[in-house]
């Protein structure tokens, strides 16, 4: 490995050409060559090092790195020594001109299909923060080897000025600190600079739900519409949006009232994705439906007999509960447009479809149903997911149970010191 010190500046000589830089030590025949102006004041230009050593395994050529950007050779000697290390351990990573919007371009295509993959929904949304977001920021044109902490905690404060919201800033960030892992991992950078980046925090906010009698509102508007069995069994069974339009009739067992979640059936950008439903928990889970719920899908069953006889060989038997009047599956967005249309018209306030969901666990805690019941049929990976998104809802329903066990036990009399404990409280 071979080392050297120096300085230099931009002055030229009078045919034009730069002069040499001033190595420490200099020959007079370095001297000769070097600016005036280095060798009279300390002062002008700036230090450098020039380092040589091991081999670059991208091009197979020696590495060399200079550097010139210091005001003291003290800065120079440190960053020199810094860069030694490296080589000799083999870490040393050699700046590149790549910018880090077409690495990322690279990188997509590659995170789709390593290790667990992506949902197609995921990758959809990877590919527009990046598209949209992350690519024409100041951080998308900067070199990849050139990315520090700062830089990316500068993008986050941009997207919170932007009035972005808490979650879809830190999803972007998991995108950051993904496609730089792994370019570490390639050792593309000597380091992943997103380690340690400030985030904002995301507030816990309660899940919205509307009142017993507004659902039933929303559910009497709603029958009017062909398609009323689709929202009865969303607020009776809990199914996300996917595993509701991704039922088929071969899912449902009449005899035993039971409905087993076995597809996902998602919307990524313009594509219609089949899939395992969002977690493993999730996957073939039986719900139990009630004699209403099944007496409503016998008659959307006959319903949909009757449309395939008017559509006669037009009709697409394609074994799905929900359907076009063609039998085409439904398409998610669809779904969730007719979902707002009959709010609207219900005038009932504002909720998501996904809320249907929410509906459900609310009503089942409200009955008293055990939350790991509710958890196992809403397909959370662990009860402490269903506590922490429905524990608001827990604690009324809660005292309701203990007052109805309570109920159940004759009493003659109240005891002297049941008396006391009133009287104390």
């Known amino acids: 490995m071979s080392a050297d010190i120096y300085r230099r500046c931009g002055c030229r000589d009078e045919n034009k050409r730069q002069f040499a830089s001033l190595p420490v030590g200099a020959s007079p025949e370095q001297i000769a060559r070097a ?4 060798v009279s004041d300390p002062k002008h230009g700036k ?6 050593g091991g081999v670059d395994p991208r ?3 020696r590495l060399q790195i200079r550097q010139a950007t210091f005001s003291t050779k003290a800065e120079a000697q440190k960053a020199r ?4 290390v490296k080589l000799d351990r083999g870490t040393y990573v050699a700046p590149t001109k790549e910018v880090y919007a077409d690495y990322l371009a690279k990188w997509l295509p590659r995170r789709a299909v390593t290790g667990k993959g992506l949902a197609a929904t995921t ?4 590919a527009r923060y990046i598209r949209n977001d992350i690519a024409p920021s100041a951080l998308g044109r900067m070199k990849l080897t050139d990315i520090r902490r700062f830089h990316i905690n500068a993008f986050v404060a941009e997207q919170m000025d932007a009035g972005r ?5 830190r999803r972007m960030a998991a995108v950051i600190q993904g496609s730089l892992r792994a370019a570490e991992k390639s050792a593309l950078i000597d380091h992943n600079p997103s ?3 400030e985030l904002p925090a995301v507030e816990s906010k309660k899940v919205k739900v509307w009142e017993p009698d507004q659902v039933g509102v929303f559910l009497d508007t709603a029958a009017k519409h062909r398609l009323s069995a689709l929202f009865e069994t969303v607020v009776f069974t809990g199914l996300r949006r996917g595993e509701a339009i991704g039922l088929r ?3 449902v067992d009449m005899t035993k009232r039971r409905i087993t979640v076995a597809n996902n059936r998602t919307q990524a950008g313009p594509a219609i994705v089949e899939g395992d439903v969002k977690t493993v928990a999730g996957q073939n889970r039986v719900i139990d439906i009630d004699d209403t719920l099944a007496g409503v899908l016998i008659a959307w069953k006959l319903t949909q007999q009757q449309e395939a006889d008017e559509w006669g060989e037009a009709y697409r038997d394609s074994g799905y509960i929900f359907t076009y009047e063609n039998g085409e599956p439904l398409k998610p967005q669809y779904a969730t447009r007719l979902f707002d249309k009959l709010r609207v018209k219900a005038k009932l306030p504002k909720l998501t479809f996904h809320g249907q969901r929410h509906e459900n666990a609310s009503l089942m805690i409200a009955s008293g149903t055990d939350i790991a019941v509710v958890s196992k049929r809403l397909g959370h990976t662990s009860v402490g997911i269903t506590s922490d998104i429905y524990g608001h809802l827990i604690g009324s329903a809660s005292r309701d149970a203990a007052e109805r066990a309570a109920a159940i036990v004759p009493r003659k009399a109240v005891t002297a010191h049941t008396l006391h404990t009133h009287e104390a409280l």
Do not use: H, M, R, V
Not at 35 to 38: S, T
Not at 47 to 52: D, I, N, T
Not at 123 to 126: E, S
């Open 81 to 84: 020594n810094a860069e030694a």
């Open 249 to 251: 009739w071969s899912d």
């Open 195 to 197: 380690l340690g980046i």
């Open 35 to 38: 600016c005036p102006l280095l």
């Open 165 to 169: 919201g808490a979650t879809t800033i």
């Open 47 to 52: 230090w450098g090092f020039y380092l040589a």
């Open 59 to 61: 091009t197979g050529k």
């Open 123 to 126: 990758l959809d949304n990877y």
